[in-house]
C-alpha cells in the first residue's frame, strides 16, 4: 500500500512537473514567416535563417505567405498588408532581411514585424558575416536577439496550435480502434480454460496438509498474495492431521513452495529495510523530513547597471562616445513561482539519505516595468527569470526542530531588454548556479532561510558582441534572507529580500569600449549589473 502511494503521488508531481514546462514551452512557440532577403547571396541567408528558427519556433513557408498576400491583394510589404495577410494565417511575427556586401563581409540586417499589429517591433538587428554564410557569430547574434524578441510576441490566434498541427493530430486515431478490439479478444481467450483449475483447487483446499494449502505452485504474484494467510497458520498451528500414504511427492512440492515464500519475505524486508513507521506531521514538516516546499506570489526588482571608465571620460548625450548612461530602475511588480520536491520523501517513512535528493523549479517574470531614455521617452521593457536543478538537504538530527543544510546544482537563464534607441545593450544571460543554503527553525512558526549562490555565466547576450562591448570575464554573485510564518501546519507566508550582482571586466576588443573620446586607449574597462529585490509569497507544505 506503501510503495502504491507513493507511485501515485510521484506520478502527479511529474505530470505537474512536464505539463507546466510544455505549456510554457507551447506558449513560447511562435509561428512566424521570414519574406525573401534582398541583396547579394540573399537566398543562401534566408534558407539560414529559416533552418535557425526552426529549431525554436514554427516556420510557414515563403509560398504560403505570398500565395495569401495575392489572393488578399496585400502583395506590397506594409504595415497594413503584414497584419491583414498574418491574420489570415495566424502569423504571430513576420521577419524581412537585407544583405549589404562590404569589404569581403557580409552585412546582415533584420527586421521584425509583430503578426497583431504589423509594426516593427524594436530595433533593427544588425550583425554580420564573414562568408556568404551564417557563421557563428552571427548565428549567435540571432540567438540572442531575433529568437527572443520573437518568443516576446503577442499570439495572433486562437489556441497554441495551428490548423496542421491539429489535421496531423487526428490521424493516428483511425488506427486505434482494431488494435483495441483485438486486445479485448485475446484477453476474453484464457479466461475460458481457467474455470476448471480453480474448481480442482478448490477440492484441494478442503485437504489440510501439515498447515499448508493443497494449492499446486503457482506464480509468484499469487504465492506472495497467499503469504499473509500461511503465516497466520504458522503462529497459531492447528492439530497435523495424520500423513496420507502415496502423497510424499506432493508434501515435498508443498515443502519447496513453502521454502520460497520464506525467501520472498527475506528479500520484501530488504527491500524496506530503510523504512520506518510514518511521522507525525510536525516531524513530516520539519524542513529536513519536507516532500514539497512550493511558493507563489509577488516579486519586486530593481535594475542598476554602471560603468568602470577612464578619469576623463565625461558624458555627452551621443551614443557611442563619451561615458555609457547608466542605468537606475525602480522596484517592478513580478510573478514568482518556486517548487522544491524530494520524491522519496513522499511516503514520510524513508529514512535513508535517497529521500533528500530533490529538484528546484523557479519562475520569475516582471509584470509592469518600463524604462526612459535620457530624453524622457518610455521605452518598452521586459525582464524576466528562470532556472531548474538538483538539490541535496542534510539535517543535523532527526527532530522536527534540526537546522538544515543544502547544496544544489542547476541552470538559470535571465534577461532584461529595453526597446526603441536606448544606448544600453540588452542581456541574456545562462549560467551554471551552485548554491548554498542554510534552515534554522527560530520557534515552531518561524523559520529563518539564508541562500547564497555562485553564478558562471556563459553567456550575456549582446553586451559582448564585438560592434558592443566585446570579450569579458564575466561572474555572478546572489544572496537571499527570508522568513516563514507558519498560518497552519502546511501553509505558510514568506517575505524575502535578495541582492544579485553580475561583474564584467572587458577585454578592450569591443568597439564601444575604445574611441569614445577619440583617442585609440581603452576608455571602458568593466561594468556592474546589480538586481535588488524582494518577494512576498504564499507557500505549501507537504
Known sequence: MTSSRLSKRWLVLVLLVFGLGGLAYADKRKRVVVLPFEG?????????????????????????????????????????NIKKVAKKLKIDGVVEGTIEKRRGQYII??????????????????????????????SRDLKDELIDAISQLGANRAGSGGEDDEEEETKPAKTKKPAKEEDDEEETKPAKTKQPAKEE?????????????????????????????????????????????????????????????????????????????????????????????????????????????AGDLVPTGVAGTGKPPNYKGVPAPGLLVDLTAYPLAFSHKKQGMLKNLGINVMYDKALLISSKDAAGTTLKTAAQRYGVGGVFRLPFNKSAKAPVVAAGLGFGNQTFQIGGTSDIPNVNYTFINASLSFRY??????????????????????????????????????????????????????????????????????????????????????????????????????
Open 201 to 309: 483447487d478448490d477440492e484441494e483446499e478442503t485437504k489440510p496438509k501439515k498447515g499448508f494449502s493443497r494449492k499446486p505452485a503457482k506464480a509468484d504474484d499469487e504465492e506472495a498474495a497467499a503469504l499473509k494467510p500461511k503465516k497466520e497458520e504458522d503462529e497459531n498451528p492447528l492439530p497435523k492431521p495424520k500423513k496420507r500414504p502415496g502423497k510424499s511427492s506432493e508434501d515435498d512440492g508443498e515443502r519447496v513452495a513453502a521454502k520460497g515464500d520464506g525467501e520472498d519475505i527475506e528479500a520484501k524486508d530488504t527491500d524496506e529495510q530503510d523504512t520506518g513507521p510514518k511521522m507525525d506531521r510536525a516531524t513530516a514538516l520539519a524542513p529536513g523530513n519536507r516532500a514539497i516546499d512550493a511558493v507563489v506570489g509577488m516579486s519586486f526588482n530593481a535594475r542598476r547597471l554602471s560603468w568602470t571608465t
Open 109 to 138: 540586417r533584420i527586421k521584425l514585424h509583430a503578426g497583431t499589429t504589423g509594426e516593427i517591433v524594436g530595433s533593427p538587428i544588425n550583425t554580420k558575416a564573414e562568408g556568404p554564410r551564417l557563421d557563428g557569430a552571427a
Open 441 to 542: 527553525p527560530l520557534s515552531d512558526k518561524l523559520l529563518l532561510n539564508t541562500d547564497f549562490s555562485y553564478l558562471l555565466v556563459t553567456n550575456t547576450g549582446q553586451m559582448q558582441r564585438t560592434d558592443q562591448y566585446g570579450a569579458a570575464k564575466v561572474s555572478g554573485l546572489e544572496a537571499e534572507i527570508s522568513g516563514d510564518y507558519a498560518i497552519s501546519k502546511a501553509l505558510f507566508a514568506r517575505a524575502a529580500i535578495k541582492l544579485e550582482t553580475i561583474g564584467y571586466a572587458f577585454t578592450g576588443n569591443g568597439m564601444l569600449t575604445t574611441g569614445r573620446d577619440g583617442d585609440p586607449e581603452v576608455d571602458v574597462s568593466g561594468a556592474r549589473d546589480t538586481y535588488l529585490g524582494g518577494s512576498v509569497t504564499l507557500g505549501y507544505l507537504y
Open 40 to 80: 547579394e547571396k540573399a537566398e543562401k541567408f534566408h534558407q539560414a535563417v529559416v533552418k535557425l528558427l526552426k529549431k525554436s519556433h514554427t516556420v510557414v513557408s515563403t509560398a504560403k505567405w505570398e500565395a495569401t498576400a495575392e489572393e488578399l491583394s496585400a502583395g506590397k510589404v506594409t504595415s497594413k
